[in-house]
Every structure is written in C-alpha cells, then in structure tokens.
C-alpha cells in the first residue's frame, strides 16, 4: 500500500514540485534537493531527500533544527516550511521502502542518543511522513524558548513528548487510524482541518 500510494503520489505531485524545483532554482540555485543521512526502522541508516529551505551557502553542520525567523531560510523555503511542500520528495524515500506514509519522524543522526531509555522502542517502526506526533508538533519552531539552547530543549523536552506519543499509537495502529492520519494530516496541509485544543 504504501509503494502504491508512494508511486500515485509522485505522479500527482509531480507538476508541482517541479514548480518548486524551478522556484528554488531562481531564487537560490542548485542544489534543490536536501539530502541527509537518517536514522531508519532497527537503527539503520538511509539517505532521506527533502527540498532545500535553506540558502545554499549555508553550513550543513550548523544547528539541526528549524526555529521560528531562522535566517537560514529563503523565501521559498519559509513557504515550504509553512505547507510542510519541502517533505514531498520523501515519497520516494517511501517507493524506496526505507520509508512508511505513516511513522515516526526520522531523526538525523545528531539526535541518535535520544533513543535511550525505553525511547529506543521507537526504532522498531519505519519512520514515516505522516504520524500523531508530527501533526501535533506541525508547529514545532514556534515551541522554542528563547532563553533555552534549542538541541538541549529539544533532547530533553520535544523528543521524549513526540516519542511517547509514538509509541502510544504504533502499539494499537490499525490501517483505518492510519489511514485517518494521513487524510487529517492532508488537510492540515491544505488549511482545511478544523484547530483543536489538542493539536497545539
């Protein structure tokens, strides 16, 4: 199911994020596409593809999260951020099977000690486009303090929050709840879901 609907989802899309790709093209040139190693389903590591948000000449080893204003960002990624656009080229992360449409967020290796404690449970499911714990965090760059060092907050506050809440529903998943999440989490995309308290 999820190499199907990975495969339609390209062909879909494929008008748009080569608008995108032209887009970012003018604005900033290459490369357009993001690509970094990720921590994948038992561990392994896989290479995940995003559209580039950040300006080209950016150092790929500054902080690995993206906060509210982040100067890195042009402005068409700003617009990628916001629509969440910059994560369709993981549909082909998905066709590859490294990938699930429903999962986890996957992490990059900077957060690979996260998965400790228990959290490491995690790890048994792929990681995916759609989850609970993405939907709920859509927002994740405005949860910032602003006297709080950004990784720290994130290690010991965000992941634990996301990783529980992942290992609430994997352990009870059902293709009709993840099939629910996937049509919520287009509509968010989309402006369409209604807000609920929950949500943020």
């Known amino acids: ?7 339609a989802g390209l062909i879909v899309f494929s008008p748009l994020m080569l608008l995108v790709a032209v887009a970012l093209l003018i604005e900033g040139g290459r490369p357009v596409i993001f690509v970094q190693s990720r921590i994948g389903a038992g561990g392994r590591l896989f290479r995940m593809y995003k559209f580039r948000k950040f300006y080209p000449r950016c150092d790929s080893g500054g902080l690995a999260l993206t906060l509210a204003n982040d100067e890195r960002m042009t402005t068409v990624g700003r617009f990628l951020a916001f629509s969440k656009m910059d994560e369709l080229p993981q549909l082909w992360n998905v066709l590859k099977g490294e990938m699930a449409l429903v999962g986890p967020r996957p992490e990059s290796l900077s957060f690979a000690d996260c998965f400790r404690d228990g959290y490491e449970a995690v790890l048994q499911y792929k990681p995916g486009l759609f989850g609970p714990a993405q939907i709920m965090f859509r927002h994740e760059a405005l949860f910032y303090p602003r006297d709080v060092e950004p990784t720290a907050f994130y290690k010991e506050v965000l992941f634990p929050a996301k990783a529980r809440i ?3 529903y ?3 998943r059902t293709i009709v709840s993840d099939a629910a999440l996937i049509v919520r989490g287009v509509f968010i995309v989309l402006g369409m879901a209604v807000e609920r308290p929950s949500d943020t």
């Open 1 to 7: 199911m999820d190499i199907i609907a990975a495969a």
């Open 166 to 168: 992942d290992l609430s």
């Open 170 to 172: 994997y352990a009870r």
